[in-house]
C-alpha cells in the first residue's frame, strides 16, 4: 500500500456489533471509516507496546499516590530523575486531603516506559499507576 490516497477494505460482523458500533460512532461524531481507523490504531499501538521491545512511541503514565506516606514523594520524584530522557513533563493536581494525581508525558522506547512505570507502581503508597500509549504513526 503507497503512503497516499486510501485502501478500501471489507469486514464481515455481526449484526448486533454492527449496530452497537454504529450507535456508539454516531454518539462521537464519528463516520464509520474515522471510528475504523481510529479503532485500528488503537489495536496496532495495544500489539507494539505488548510485544515490541524495541518500538518506541508516546503517551502518559496517569498515577495515582497518597502523598502523606513518608518519603514517597522524594522517592518518586528520584525515580522521575533516573528517567528524564523518557519524561517530557508532569502535571500535579490535588484530589483530595491525601490523594494527589500525577500525570507524566512520555516518550521513548517501550522498554524504559515500562520499566518506568513498575518501578512507579512499586513505592509504598502509589495505588495505581495507568499507561495510556500512542504511536505516532
Not at 16 to 44: C, H, P, W
Not at 63 to 82: F, G, W
Not at 87 to 109: F, P, Q, T, Y
Request: hydrophobic letters at 40%; proline letters at 2%; aromatic letters at 6%.
Amino acid at each position: 500500500m503507497s503512503e497516499r490516497g486510501v485502501s478500501r477494505v471489507s469486514v464481515s460482523v455481526p449484526p448486533d456489533l454492527l449496530v452497537e458500533f454504529d450507535e456508539v460512532t454516531r454518539r462521537m461524531g464519528y463516520d464509520r471509516s474515522k471510528a475504523i481507523q481510529t479503532a485500528m490504531r488503537n489495536f496496532v499501538a495495544e500489539y507494539k507496546w505488548a510485544h515490541e521491545v524495541r518500538a518506541a512511541g508516546a503517551g502518559a503514565l496517569v498515577m495515582v499516590y497518597d502523598h502523606e506516606i513518608r518519603d514517597l514523594e522524594k522517592a518518586l520524584t528520584d525515580v522521575q530523575h533516573r528517567y528524564e530522557e523518557t519524561i517530557g513533563s508532569s502535571m500535579h493536581i490535588h484530589l483530595d486531603e491525601r490523594n494527589c494525581l500525577e500525570i507524566i508525558a512520555v516518550k521513548g522506547s517501550v522498554k524504559e516506559i515500562r520499566d518506568l512505570s513498575q518501578e512507579l507502581m512499586t513505592k509504598r503508597g502509589v495505588k495505581q499507576v495507568k499507561l495510556a500509549m500512542v504511536t505516532p504513526r
